[in-house]
């Protein structure tokens, strides 16, 4: 039996799904933390299969070499400046009023009619360097005040927004999920900008404006009362309240937002384009690296945002620290992460996986959809589902010799697959709920259904562009 378990594809396929089972019971049932529930079975698995324990864990004398710690090694240096300047970019924004000078520009522009749009665009361009919940809680008094104004349901400016807030949040970095995927995957963060942003403005449209629009025609919630009052001096959007005075200018918001976007894509296609070893490509790889292009961008939002208008270098370093306290828990999870899928890797189940699904005819971007799915219904966190199902896949994804184009694409599948039908294991779920005054089934009519058709959409452009790349 235990010869079975170890070496036959059976044996090692069945050893992958009772651990991706007891994963399951420990974070759902058990309550488990997710970071301690993904150590505690990547090391059983790998003991069941038989991985000596010299090669797990290493000896007393040295431990750095074993799969534990080069497991979360592997990953953490590649992603952990990332996240970390991505987080404290988007703090100064938030702090400084970003926010709302973009979402009151945008509501200028196209009027009262067209203010689901700008709702819609505002969470699409203010989503990319500020995390999820912190968008709703910084732009839900502007859909308030859009709603008042308007007069209609909130549902109808709540959606487009929350779609665009969730579309970048998943698909698009310095956001933890995308992140860590590509880190895992071995993908160029350039390559997943543009696979993120061809893949997730066509979800956003069919999610955040044609269902957003048919939703909020039906689904008639009016702005409560305690909403209509924290929209207050805010009821005329165009000039909303800044509390740090003086608002920023929308170019230089808009500036700052590009610029770690604008020397990623430089880096990496700079690479490709320039002629090799020569002074330009060395100038683009080194603006271009991922970690550079950011402290660029939040040393210059520091100074912009912050020190020109006020802040002192306390405030700074309190915004700061407030900011990075959650990024802990991501980072621990995303380490254990890549842990479980170096224990997949080393085992052999990686590569059984790979010929179940050659040998089935199954597409590896599918079947990366499928689990991320099923990760993400099963357990709520979209950060989880990406993770752990980019452990699972990236053994499989190593035998098959993808272009960055195609990886980026199968990032781009898993983190789809992460966001289907939020319900109420999800934290989302009931921010969404009660940030917008939506009951339970208000709540799965209207949210959960975007966040489905967002991520079948998502997935079936990035389906389709597999086909092509």
């Not at 074993?66 to 090694?73: A, N, V």
């Not at 349901?153 to 992140?179: K, R």
Request: aromatic share 6%; with cysteine; proline share 5%.
């Amino acid at each position: 039996m235990i010869h079975w378990l170890q070496t036959t594809t059976g044996g090692l396929l069945t050893l992958a799904a009772v651990s991706i089972a007891v994963l399951l019971v420990l974070i759902i049932k058990v309550k488990v933390e997710p970071f301690i529930a993904l150590i505690v079975v990547g090391l059983l698995t790998a003991l069941a299969a038989g991985l000596p324990v010299g090669t797990l864990v290493g000896t007393a004398q040295k431990t750095s070499d074993s799969l534990l710690e080069k497991g979360f090694g592997s990953i953490l240096g590649h992603i952990t400046a990332i996240i970390g300047l991505g987080t404290l970019l988007g703090s100064i924004l938030e702090a400084s009023g970003g926010a709302r000078v973009l979402t009151s520009a945008l509501l200028r522009s196209f009027g009262e009619k067209r203010a689901p749009l700008a709702m819609g665009l505002s969470g699409l361009i203010f989503g990319i360097p500020v995390f999820f919940d912190i968008g709703i809680f910084v732009l839900a008094p502007l859909v308030y005040a859009a709603a008042k104004q308007g007069g209609r349901s909130i549902v109808l400016y709540a959606m487009p927004l929350l779609a665009g807030l969730s579309i970048t949040h998943a698909f698009i970095p310095p956001h933890p999920g995308p992140v860590a995927a590509a880190g895992l995957l071995h993908v160029d963060l350039g390559w997943l900008i543009l696979m993120g942003a061809l893949c997730g403005i066509p979800a956003w449209f069919a999610g955040g404006i044609l269902y957003s629009t048919w939703i909020g025609r039906r689904v008639n919630v009016p702005l409560a009362e305690e909403f209509a009052r924290l929209a207050g001096d805010r009821s005329d959007p165009e000039n909303p309240e800044d509390p740090a005075g003086g608002a920023p200018s929308l170019k230089l918001v808009g500036g700052i937002i590009a610029i770690p976007l604008v020397l990623i894509l430089a880096g990496t296609f700079g690479s490709i384009l320039l002629p090799r070893n020569s002074g330009a490509a060395g100038v683009a790889a080194f603006l271009g690296t991922p970690a550079i292009a950011l402290t660029i961008a939040t040393l210059l939002a520091s100074w912009l945002l912050g020190h020109r208008r006020g802040m002192t270098g306390a405030q700074l370093g309190e915004l700061s620290a407030a900011a990075l306290r959650p990024v802990a828990m991501i980072l621990l999870v995303v380490g254990a992460g890549s842990f479980f899928g170096a224990v997949l890797s080393a085992t052999g189940i990686g590569q059984a996986v790979a010929g179940s699904l050659g040998d089935a005819g199954l597409p590896v971007i599918l079947a990366a959809y499928v689990i991320s799915c099923g990760m993400r219904i099963a357990q709520g966190s979209a950060t989880v589902a990406i993770v752990t199902t980019s452990g699972i896949i990236a053994p499989t994804v190593a035998q098959l010799h993808y272009s960055q184009a195609q990886l980026a694409l199968v990032v781009v599948a898993i983190s789809a697959g992460s966001i289907i039908a939020s319900h109420v294991n999800d934290g989302g779920f009931w921010i969404v709920s009660r940030y917008f005054g939506l009951t339970v089934p208000d709540t799965l009519k209207t949210w959960t259904a975007l966040e489905t058709v967002l991520s079948v959409s998502g997935f079936a452009v990035a389906a389709l562009a597999m086909l092509v790349v």
